[in-house]
């Protein structure tokens, strides 16, 4: 008998993406299905996702919807995959322009509580005595991030549901956290608003629910569940994550071969595979060409794809930035954030022809041709609970210079005397995170790239050659599940 599981997610790609969420949520039940695991994917019925879907039919109404009363529940799949997805039809809460979370202008929708409540509570519903869907019943249902936080609650309290629920922990930085008078709203017992329960701080806290109430946590790198235990990176919540700290499982993510393959990469004027890659140098002449940059193959080309906030630390990039190109460095940024970040970078290109070039917004075409045209890919995260970029950077041979955080900790090897050794340094490991750890880091790896090129090549080579694909990531989920209900 196939296992039964309930994968709950706010987003998942292709269908509709913010962040890295998006592609967990559309690379995972994909692996584990090919493990025999029976797997559903559960969502709301934004625009994108109710057009993209494939056989797109009505199953059920869902009823004692809290505030809504009730929804339909959707049937789907998406194209190219086996996936069948479950999407929460109700227009009054997910039609409508803007994104998942936020309206076009980038303001949080005030209605986020019943939003992601709801879809919380559909979850536990299909989970329960009382699901619409009589011929399927998950035996885990899979919750992930804040948005799902609410719905080990519901299954616990007000369903019972005897299915066992797991949350997966993305990024402890946001939470969910609103007044109190949700709790009545949501329909979730007032005696679950203390601190055993959802309560934090005077609010409803939908992740502490999940952290609470889940009968499993897992976190997307090994380093990073042991950090959500400290002050620095449990925003809060560290006292009790602490508390649970044996079951707190570190499974680091995987990356997508279909879409990230240097070896057959759509977007790319050139393929090229670790046995042979010449190809990269033609993709960085490309590049130079299209950002504008001096075509020169022995300039080091320094890469940037990201969000650009405080997180991700590129802020300790700009000090020094300006002595890189004055030293022969040319740098290609495309990303967007805070509005002082894009103006400080976009100066020093203005400042800059031919050596630096900053593209503001996201292009999915270009991330591909940076991280496959650059000689290494800078992501100083300040923390990042596991990080996709540096894994695509392994993958096409642009060695990542990252700080020791998280899942980049977890995935990137130092270049040292031991790991050049035993073969496994694959990139440049910040000794501390600031505008000085940074740069040292850069130089270091300057260093060899220009006068110790077979060492290049091994570092090249040993990141090209890593299977970092979902297959080990997606036995560990699934070992996990069996735990859970052995």
Known sequence: MAMKVLFVSSEVFPLIKTGGLADVSGSLPNALQKLGVDIRVLMPGYPSVLAQLNKLKTIAPIKHLPYIGQAELLTGNIAGTDTQVYVIKAAQLYERDGGPYSDAIGDEWQDNPIRFGVLSKVAAILASPNSPVPDWQPQIVHCNDWQTGLAPAYMKLTERSTAKSIISLHNMAFQGCY??????????PSSGFSIE???????????????????????????????????????GLEGLLSKRGDEIKGILNGIEPEEWNPENDIHLPANYH?????????????????????INADAPLLGVVSRLTYQKGLDMLLPNLQKLLDAGCQFALLGGGEKDLERAFQEIADKNPGKASVTIGYNEPLSHKIMAGCDMFIMPSRFEPCGLNQMYGLAYGTPPIV?????L??????????????????????????ADGLIACILRALEIFRHQPAIWSQIVHNGMSQDLSWNHSAKEYLAMYQDMIH
């Open 179 to 188: 007044p109190p008078h949700w709790v009545t709203t949501l329909g979730l």
């Open 197 to 235: 329960g959802y309560e934090y701080h005077g609010q409803l806290s939908f992740l502490k629910a999940g952290v609470f109430y889940a009968d499993a946590i897992s976190t997307v790198s090994p380093r990073y569940a042991k950090e959500i235990q400290t002050a620095a990176f449990g925003f």
């Open 274 to 294: 670790a046995g042979n890659i010449s190809g990269k140098a033609l993709i960085k002449q490309s590049l130079q060409s299209q950002l504008g940059l001096t």
């Open 403 to 407: 700080n020791a955080t998280g899942g």
């Open 409 to 434: 900790a977890d995935s990137v090897v130092d270049t040292n005397a031991a790991h050049l050794e035993n073969n496994t340094a694959n990139g440049f490991v910040m000794v501390e995170a600031s």
